[in-house]
């Protein structure tokens, strides 16, 4: 899962390279937002698989000698260095991603005659909700 981990990270920073040049677009910063959740994932899931077993050495007085956990540190890291980068660029080069998303189905539970008729969804701010998802 860590070599996973580490080939979405340079998926991640490759995307990143795009932001505010001329391939900048709207499905750029789409694949931006996936590829960084799923960092996010994959670091989560290390985290779970491998932080047991280091627990479980340290309690019974092992030293930690992990490759795996090493790899982990340096992986995390990279991505929180990444991820403040990611900030910085969303915020200095905002886009409007309305149109974009407005073409991709929403699935909210609520039938199509309800949204028709009774219910209009707000206006999303895709640029202060990718901010605060960055912070996260």
């Given amino acids: 899962i860590i070599e996973e981990l580490n080939n979405s990270l340079a998926v991640f920073r490759d995307h ?11 499905e750029i ?15 989560i899931s290390a985290h779970e ?10 309690s019974e007085g092992i030293p930690v000698d992990s490759q795996q956990l090493v790899n982990l540190v340096c992986c ?9 980068k990611c ?4 915020q200095a080069n905002p886009m409007d991603m309305t149109a974009y998303y407005e073409k991709r189905p929403r699935s909210s539970g609520v039938s199509v005659l309800d949204k028709l008729v009774l219910f ?8 202060k909700e990718e901010l605060q998802s960055i912070i996260r």
Avoid: G, W
């Fill in 120 to 127: 209009k969804m707000p206006p999303r701010d895709y640029h």
């Fill in 49 to 58: 698989i491998i932080m047991p077993q280091i627990r479980s050495d340290v």
């Fill in 87 to 90: 900030h910085n660029l969303v």
């Fill in 76 to 84: 995390t890291q990279l991505f929180l260095r990444e991820l403040k």
């Fill in 16 to 26: 990143l390279v795009h932001i505010a040049k001329q391939q900048d677009c709207p």
């Fill in 29 to 43: 910063r789409d694949r931006i937002r996936e590829t960084r959740r799923k960092c996010l994932d994959f670091c």
